[in-house]
């Protein structure tokens, strides 16, 4: 079993940066693709970003593409998310996700079996 435990949400102004973690625990898969999604109030979870498991290639939504970076530490079991530029429409509860079966960047939630209980980032304009 894997525990994901995200951190680094809080309240932040519009063109702030902030960095999300996420540590890995229980039975770890390196080898494979983890991401982040996000779901703002009243509207469906969406993908933010993913990663593969060598973090040789990355994936990102058009929505956060040249402003969020995604990368992980595999030594330390550990994904992140560092945002800048943010904006009111970031505003959500993040969630970290880990695939047992995919190996490259994904955009599908059905791609991942493991999900974070979330971080709320809120963004104030």
């Known amino acids: 079993q894997v525990q994901l435990v995200e951190s680094g949400g809080g309240l932040v102004q519009a063109g702030d940066s902030r960095r999300l973690s996420c540590a890995a625990s229980g039975r770890t898969f390196s080898t494979n693709a983890m991401g982040w999604f996000r779901q703002a109030p009243g509207k469906e979870r969406e993908f933010v970003g993913s990663?593969?498991?060598?973090?040789?290639?990355?994936k990102y939504a058009d929505s956060v593409k040249g402003r969020f970076t995604i990368s992980r530490d595999n030594a330390k079991n550990t994904l992140y998310l560092q945002m800048n530029s943010l904006e009111a429409g970031d505003t959500a509860v993040y969630y970290c996700?880990?695939?047992?079966?995919?190996?490259?960047?994904?955009?599908?939630?059905?791609?991942?079996?493991?999900w974070g209980n979330g971080t709320k980032v809120t963004v104030s304009s």
């Open positions: 990663i593969s498991g060598s973090a040789g290639s990355t």
């Open positions: 996700v880990r695939s047992i079966k995919k190996l490259s960047p994904t955009s599908s939630p059905y791609d991942y079996d493991y």
